[in-house]
């Protein structure tokens, strides 16, 4: 290389790999052999080094980016640390990842942002689990450049055989991760060699340092392609203007070209475009504008503007991969939170059809996904949205999953492709609707849910309340959780997964006898609180009323004639609720009961005065 070298811009890179491979200590080598740290940080980080530093006496080069004081004191790495520095070649961002396996999801971040993966090995114990799931995510977010770092060699005596079978060995793991670039390089961040300088321990490596590989690494612009623009916010600051901002996730756009909302088909013509300077001609990917457009038509925030001539996928079934980041396992049919772009959606995952075994690559059989696994799945959206394959786009083909009442965030998925089921299906509308059949049975229809554990009389009181409203005249239905296993539910188990699937069935058969006009009574212990908020969700406004039969187990055990509790305690019933497994009592139940010392009764007429209450309440 020369001073006549051109520069050839920013590049965005992550370091990853297993705990302890020495990472942090690698970029900190890079940054202080790049003469890229300020005299008072170097100073800072030599003081901290006599507290805790893991190098004896020498200025521990890791605590250049392990800023978090609880990295420093366990000697790794726990959030993403961000560093810039810059040479007369090239600017650089450098996403230093955590290594440990509950911090994947904080990996994940890093590498959806960058253009190449430092993937470190220790060369003492070659490819772990965890080197090998970084380097499987980061095929998967669309990392196409990787230097594989041997890292420590000094500590196996600059080896060439080691470091050729790691080499070997991780080519043979890699060779379908669609990589453009794999370039292996023999180092040891504590000493720096061939991280700046070529190394005189390693005479028989030839390739460049690692610092002049990431100078001159062609990274190709992975935003070219169709031009995407995101809606982020309608600006209409007063009636004389009306124009749409965001970045734009793909290609560009020229003033006057044609442009398509992508999910109603409406076209129009870009009439201006606004940058930070004011009126420009053109926008490209990466830049923030306001589009302004030359026809009222409907813009909000979430559509996405594309080519008349290439428009993405609109649809609500897809298919993708997905990380689960969440200790509470994904399941089926449990419905989540999906940020697809700037839209916000319900979405579940309809089936697995395969989880990845990260060491493998093997594809397996699933019901579930764990903390840190990887499945390629179904989805399905409660509304279209537009989308493109995470592969020719990285923006508008990415999702997250977030827990609807935790608000983690839960996955992230790479779109692969639309499911185009049954187009032909369209929902069918009657000329009698729900209010025509509930004015003629002269009532209000709802559903009365009564929730908690078995034994806690919840079926008792359904059956007095149903008894009490058919005296009055009221049309009533009841489900309940033992009679539907034995028709609709039969193919149904106890296992989490089963129970999601359980009341999902339910809350759809308990939304179409309301659009029939009646008072539907569900009796069902219903565990977990996401499955009854769905079925709450699923109806309208006020028609779903949560009763909780609250009885302490101890009394549910006391009255279980058929002693489904002592069975489940001796291990002989598994996923028993409120022993092997949990509860989750109500949150926002309209009507708590207190199942262990009222009478059934009692308690019957409580839910009747709710009822009325709240029928009085919309009458008035």
Not at 381 to 405: M, S
Not at 528 to 547: K, P, Q, S, W
């Amino acid at each position: 290389m020369d001073g006549t070298t051109p520069a050839r811009g920013l590049l965005r890179l992550l370091t990853c790999g297993s705990v302890d491979d020495g990472k942090s200590t690698l970029i900190g080598r890079l940054l202080y052999d790049s003469q890229m740290i300020m005299e008072d940080t170097l100073a800072s980080i030599t003081r901290d080094s006599r507290k805790h530093g893991t190098v004896g006496e020498e200025v521990d080069l890791a605590l250049l980016v392990d800023g978090l004081e609880a990295e420093r004191q366990q000697g790794i790495t726990i959030d993403v640390a961000y560093r810039f520095f810059t040479t007369p070649r090239r600017s650089f961002i450098v996403a230093d990842c955590p290594g440990h396996e509950q911090y994947t999801r904080n990996m994940a971040t890093g590498a959806s942002n960058s253009e190449l993966a430092i993937i470190l090995v220790d060369a003492r114990k070659g490819l772990l689990t965890q080197t090998r799931r970084h380097s499987y995510i980061c095929s998967l977010l669309g990392i196409r450049h990787v230097v594989l770092a041997v890292n420590k060699i000094d500590l196996v005596n600059f080896d060439r055989q080691v470091f050729d079978r790691i080499v070997g060995e991780y080519a043979t793991f890699a060779a379908n991760f669609g990589f453009r670039t794999l370039v292996p390089i023999p180092t040891s961040g504590r000493f720096g060699d061939n991280v700046t300088t070529r190394s005189g321990n390693t005479p028989w490596y030839r390739g460049e340092t690692l610092l002049a590989h990431l100078e001159s690494v062609g990274v190709a612009e992975e935003r070219a392609g169709p031009f995407r623009f995101p809606v982020q916010w309608v600006n209409r600051p007063n009636q004389d203007f009306r124009g749409f901002s965001g970045s734009v996730a793909g290609g560009g756009v020229s003033l006057g070209e044609r442009v398509v909302v992508a999910s109603s088909g409406i076209e129009t013509q870009v009439a201006r475009i606004l940058g930070p300077s004011g009126e420009q001609q053109r926008a490209e990917a990466g830049e923030a504008v306001t589009i302004c457009l030359a026809d009222e038509v409907d813009v909000a925030r979430g559509d996405v503007l594309v080519p008349t001539h290439s428009r993405p996928a609109v649809a609500d079934q897809l298919a993708a991969h997905l990380l689960w980041m969440d200790e509470e396992p994904m399941l089926p049919g449990r419905q989540y939170l999906m940020r697809l772009g700037n839209s916000w959606t319900s979405a579940s995952v309809t089936a697995i059809k395969h989880r990845v075994d990260v060491a493998t690559l093997e594809h397996g059989s699933a019901t579930r996904l764990t903390l840190n696994e990887i499945g390629f799945c179904n989805f399905a959206l409660a509304q279209r949205l537009p989308f493109d394959p995470y592969a020719d786009n990285r923006l508008t083909g990415a999702f997250i999953l977030v827990d609807r009442f935790t608000n983690r965030t839960a996955g992230c998925g790479m779109i692969a492709f639309p499911l185009r089921r049954a187009t032909n299906v369209h929902q069918e509308r009657f000329l009698v609707d729900r209010a025509a059949r509930a004015a003629a049975l002269g009532q209000r229809p709802m559903v009365l849910w009564f929730t908690g554990l078995s034994g806690s009389g919840k079926s008792t009181v359904s059956k007095l309340v149903e008894q009490a409203l058919h005296r009055m005249g009221r049309h009533t239905y009841s489900l309940d959780g033992d009679n539907l296993r034995h028709g609709l539910n039969r193919d149904l188990g106890f296992t989490d997964q089963d129970r999601v699937e359980n009341i999902r069935r339910v809350g759809e058969v308990a939304k179409l006898f309301v659009d029939a006009g009646l008072i539907v009574l569900c009796s069902f212990i219903s565990p977990f609180r996401a499955e009854r908020d769905m079925v709450r969700e699923m109806l309208g406004e006020g028609d779903f009323v949560e009763i909780f039969v609250d009885t302490p187990i101890e009394e549910c055990i006391r009255r279980d004639a058929k002693g489904l509790y002592a069975r489940a305690m001796r291990g002989e019933i598994a996923n028993f609720t409120g022993v092997s497994s949990p509860y989750e009592p109500p949150e926002r139940a309209e009507l708590v009961l207190d199942g262990g010392r009222e009478a059934p009764e009692a308690q019957a007429q409580k839910v009747l005065d709710v009822i009325g209450q709240r029928l009085a309440r919309e009458a008035g």
